[in-house]
């Protein structure tokens, strides 16, 4: 008698082990899945929110001149700025330009409203430095670090 009642404690404590251990590894794994579904709802907003339109591109003696504007819902960070990639050419090169500030291949820009942020309804006025001439019709292409982009083609 004494070794059913003893077993079955056992057993009885066996099995709680191995329902809190359950337990914790689902609630962990709930955890987890919840804070990326955080994460990409986040990102997802983002985007949506995140809106461009190049609107004019004009050549200067040194440099092209492009005109964009934000029209998106939300304004734009200078770190963001200075992740955007250019796309920049024409029917037969297109090659990429990051942000610099001085020298050849890289792009920088002017703020028409200087508050170090490109704010909604707000107009970038961006510089396009390239080491070759380029000849029309041209291609741009401007692509957010969040993956937003927009492009278009110029006669000129």
């Keep these: 008698?004494?070794?059913?009642?003893?077993?079955?404690?056992?057993?009885?404590?066996?099995?709680?082990?191995?329902?809190?251990?359950?337990?914790?590894?689902?609630?962990?794994?709930?955890?987890?899945?919840?804070?990326?579904?955080?994460?990409?709802?986040?990102?997802?907003?983002?985007?949506?929110?995140?809106?461009i339109d190049i609107v004019y591109l004009t050549v200067n003696d040194t440099y092209f001149v492009v005109y964009v504007k934000n029209t998106g819902q939300r304004s734009i960070s200078i770190n963001e700025l200075y992740s955007t990639d250019i796309y920049f050419g024409n029917d037969t090169k297109v090659k990429l330009y990051t942000y610099g500030t001085s020298g050849l291949n890289i792009w920088n820009y002017t703020e028409t409203i200087s508050d170090n942020t490109w704010g909604t309804g707000e107009t970038l006025i961006i510089r396009i430095y390239n080491s070759t001439s380029i000849e029309g019709p041209y291609y741009i292409k401007i692509v957010l670090p969040n993956g937003v982009s927009d492009e278009d083609t110029f006669t000129g």
């Design 1 to 51: 008698m004494p070794s059913t009642v003893i077993s079955t404690a056992i057993i009885v404590i066996a099995g709680v082990l191995m329902a809190s251990i359950f337990a914790i590894a689902i609630i962990s794994q709930v955890g987890a899945i919840d804070s990326t579904f955080k994460s990409l709802s986040r990102n997802a907003l983002d985007k949506m929110k995140t809106s």
